[in-house]
């Protein structure tokens, strides 16, 4: 993002700030998160105001070396040297900068918007395109309000296409998009129901998204999906593509799967011509004929489109951390890589605290846009301003910038091949490694070889959905409130470490843990965030105090055992929380115990009551809701008795994840954010699109065998076919964590969009399922849950139980993939 240089005078006059400049600097790098900063002396900070403040961050900005900032109010901050910017509305002003930016330069410039295949519609043209243009693009799919300031900010003056997506979500927000982005041609991708509560109807959403078109040349969109906005196509000239329309300029008429690649036949300028697409899926064929059609339309021949759509490559977004050889944790994104891209993985992987030691493994980067000498200064400066231990480069550019570089342990090879005949003596061991590289090295190659073979079952882990469901419940409190994570019984089967690394970045104020070696093991994995143990067991008391945990005391046993242990240590103050037992009747104290429990506490100088809290034990139901209320004012006489014995006040929290929904006024100053963090809540209805599961489980097939109607299947002989047909084989069992309940039809699984049923008994490593009529073969991919097809809400529908049951069930033989975008 560094290719501009402005006066911050200049700045100022042009977003029409207040504020005095104390200091001349030049800028040339925007920033919006105090966490991400690197080049801070050329780096102007804007304060938005989100979920969180931007101002509160404006101390750290500075810390780091951030002296120019743009803020709302001001200047109270007392920093020497820094200049404050004073406007209405610091994302406008943002905002306002990049179109000046923009307006500088008079490239040609692709906007793409639609609901779905935004990203991939975008960079499949920037393959497409990258032979013949210098084109700079949105990293990622920074495609919003505050997205597509950030990537039109990149444009150079070498560049001389610019490809830019723009992503709404509701109405008024295309308007300022295209300012910034001035599109002289327009790409509309598939329209879905995506974001669809954020409009009144379908046709509303509909203008808004044509309004990034209002100013283009030239439309490039799907025939049958503008049917009836044909008077609202400002553009002036349009070229369209249908499937089913002889009108269309692109009419596709004939399309077969030809083994995975697809063979398309279209009428064109009143010729039969051909194209052929290396996928064969529906959203990818769709992506591919929107960019055929956008080739056709700038100018490119049919022969010379087909040749190149025909060498697409698979997009993706996703950062892949997972677990490697020789302890090491692997993230693996090693199919693209440029200075933008490089920049987030490498944040990703400031994240990670499991391991001590961080490793990048990069190769050389094609197509920046910059000048060779210029493109590895700035990768070196990337690099030295990120915590990165130990250097891997590979390629000859690397090689010969080499002397740019100064990380504690580097390595330069000239090739993939050269580097991994070294594989040995890297000596990689307990690291975290970032594997990040340009497509045509081949990288995977090196992750493979890095990553811990898979047992072909994996539940795969979102952690950007885990962000946004966290984010949805911050939504539902009030600011100023706190949020306890539960991560006991690894995140609900998620996972330790990364989950709890995630939580930790995003500011939760608490952890759960069960039991004291769950803490330890957060510990371990480098978590300093305070940690509360809520069935400590006093014999590993040590644990708790050698590594910082806050245990949960909920007997006068317990009590008496770690006050004991305090005393006994010369410990004081130490912190622990208080349960209190209002009617779930498992752990705490109960109403008629308080009394006494306030005598002992009352001057005992050995523990600090950090929270005082209970437990409700039917939130979520309302036929139970007299009960919850009987909860809440036993809860409330207790901690007000406790608060007014140790005359000081403490956190006190009572609600879980259906409480925080539908208990609002009883949040107090912290809620227990457990199951809905991983996406499941009874309280929030499934179409919320705010709250989705964060764990997809799959598997794949190991045998595909006929099988004779009549002939019986596993163990016992337990299953039958009608008729005559087929069984795939499957790599699950009970062992995994598919209970036995789900044979003999009782479950389900998604094969090829197919749910299908179990067949006979679950067997300990596998299960069989019924295919019969289905093209499926040995190696294909299974879905036991997801998001979209099969919940684990259903899944615990079928056996009769909680989906907390069916998470936690999925055994820890089965790896955990985590993706971040
Ligand atoms: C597990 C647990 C929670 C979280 O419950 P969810 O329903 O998963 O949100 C909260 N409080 C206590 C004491 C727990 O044990």
Request: proline content about 3%.
């Given at each position: 993002m560094h290719s501009n240089q402005y006066a911050i005078t200049e700045v100022k006059q042009i977003i029409n700030a207040g504020g005095q400049i104390v200091k001349e600097y030049t800028i040339n790098t925007l920033f919006t998160d105090s966490r991400r900063i690197n080049n801070p002396a050329e780096g102007l900070f804007f304060a938005l105001s989100g979920r969180?403040?931007?101002?509160?961050?404006v101390a750290e900005a500075y810390a780091a070396g951030v002296r120019n900032f743009v803020v709302e109010y001001g200047p109270e901050f007392n920093l020497p040297e820094a200049n404050f910017l004073i406007v209405d509305d610091p994302l406008a002003a943002m905002q306002a900068l990049a179109a000046y930016h923009r307006s500088r330069f008079d490239l040609q410039v692709i906007g793409i918007t639609g609901s779905n295949g935004k990203t991939i519609v975008k960079e499949w043209l920037y393959q497409l395109l990258a032979a013949d243009k210098n084109i700079v693009r949105n990293p990622k799919?920074?495609?919003s309000q505050i997205g597509v300031p950030l990537s039109v900010w990149q444009i150079n003056g070498r560049n001389d296409l610019g490809i830019f997506e723009a992503g709404i979500s509701t109405i008024n927000e295309m308007d300022k998009l295209e300012a910034i982005i001035k599109p002289q041609v327009g790409v509309l991708t598939h329209i879905g129901t995506a974001h669809d509560e954020g409009f009144k109807d379908r046709r509303e959403k509909m203008l808004e998204k044509l309004q990034l078109f209002r100013h283009c040349e030239k439309l490039i969109y799907n025939y049958d999906q503008l049917l009836n906005f044909q008077a609202d196509i400002k553009a002036r000239e349009t070229f369209t593509w249908s499937r089913k329309m002889n009108q269309a300029d692109l009419y596709v008429f004939s399309e077969t799967v030809i083994a995975k690649s697809y063979y398309l036949r279209a009428q064109y300028q009143k010729r039969e011509i051909e194209c052929l697409i290396p996928f064969a899926d529906e959203a990818s064929v769709e992506n591919a004929i929107i960019c055929w059609a956008t080739m056709l339309a700038l100018g490119y021949s049919p022969v010379e489109a087909d040749k190149r759509i025909e060498r697409l490559a698979p997009v993706s977004m996703r950062l892949e951390l997972k677990t490697g050889v020789n302890n090491c944790s692997v993230i693996d994104d090693s199919y693209n890589s440029d200075l933008q891209s490089l920049e987030i993985a490498l944040n990703f992987l400031g994240q990670q605290n499991q391991h001590q030691k961080k490793t990048l493994i990069l190769s050389d980067i094609y197509q920046s846009g910059l000048q060779q000498d210029e493109l590895y200064r700035q990768v070196a400066n990337l690099i030295s301003s990120k915590k990165v231990d130990k250097f891997v480069g590979v390629g000859e550019a690397l090689m010969a910038y080499e002397h740019f570089f100064n990380v504690a342990e580097q390595h330069f090879f000239k090739d993939t091949a050269a580097m991994l005949q070294q594989l040995r003596q890297l000596n990689f061991k307990e690291e975290t490694i970032l594997i990040k590289g340009s497509r045509s090295f081949e990288f995977e190659r090196i992750s493979r070889a890095l990553?811990?073979?898979?047992?072909?079952t994996i539940l795969e882990i979102n952690l950007n959905t885990l962000l946004s469901n966290l984010n949805f419940y911050k939504s539902k409190i009030e600011p100023g409130v706190k949020v306890m994570a539960m991560v006991k019984a690894f995140s609900y089967g998620s996972g330790t470490f990364e989950v709890a690394n995630m939580l930790q970045y995003n500011k939760v104020d608490y952890l759960a843990v069960a039991y004291i070696d769950e803490g330890v093991s957060l510990r371990q994995a480098g978590i300093n965030l305070p940690v509360i143990v809520l069935n400590p067991e006093a014999s590993a008391f040590d644990k708790v105090i050698e590594y910082k945990l806050e245990p949960a005391i909920y007997s006068f046993g317990l009590l008496d055992d770690f006050v004991g242990y305090a005393l006994d240590r010369n410990i004081s103050n130490y912190p622990v929380h208080l349960k209190i037992d209002t009617g779930m009747h498992r752990l705490g104290f109960e109403n008629h115990e308080i009394e006494t429990l306030c005598d002992m506490l009352e001057q005992n100088r050995y523990v600090r009551i950090q929270s005082v809290f209970s437990h409700l034990a039917a939130s979520e139901a309302s036929k139970h809701d007299g009960f919850t209320q009987t909860q809440i004012k036993r809860f409330e006489k207790a901690f007000k008795e406790i608060e007014k014995t140790l005359g000081y006040k403490v956190i006190k929290h009572l609600c879980n994840t259906a409480g925080i929904i539908r208990w609002?006024?009883?949040?107090?100053d912290m809620v227990r954010l457990g199951i809905g963090l991983y996406?499941?809540?009874?309280?929030?209805?499934?179409?919320?699109?705010d709250l989705q599961p964060i764990a997809s489980l799959k598997t794949s097939i190991a045998q595909v065998k006929k099988i004779k109607g009549g002939d019986t299947i596993s163990y016992g002989r337990s299953g039958k076919l009608k008729k005559d047909g087929k069984i795939a084989t499957v790599r699950i069992g009970y062992a995994d964590g598919y209970l036995r309940a789900f044979g003999n039809g009782i479950g389900k699984m998604l094969v090829k969009g197919t749910l299908v049923p179990t067949v006979g008994n679950i067997t300990m490593d596998m299960c069989m399922l019924d295919v019969s009529g289905l093209d499926v073969r040995e190696g294909d991919e299974v879905i036991v849950f997801d998001e979209q097809h099969q919940r684990i809400e259903e899944l615990a529908r079928q056996i009769g139980t909680i989906p907390y049951e069916i998470l936690t069930n999925v055994s820890q033989r089965v790896k955990r993939v985590y993706f971040y975008e």
């Open positions: 969180r403040n931007g101002h509160e961050f799919s920074y495609n990553a811990q073979k898979a047992h072909e609002p006024s009883a949040h107090y996406g499941v809540d009874s309280a929030v209805s499934i179409k919320e699109t």
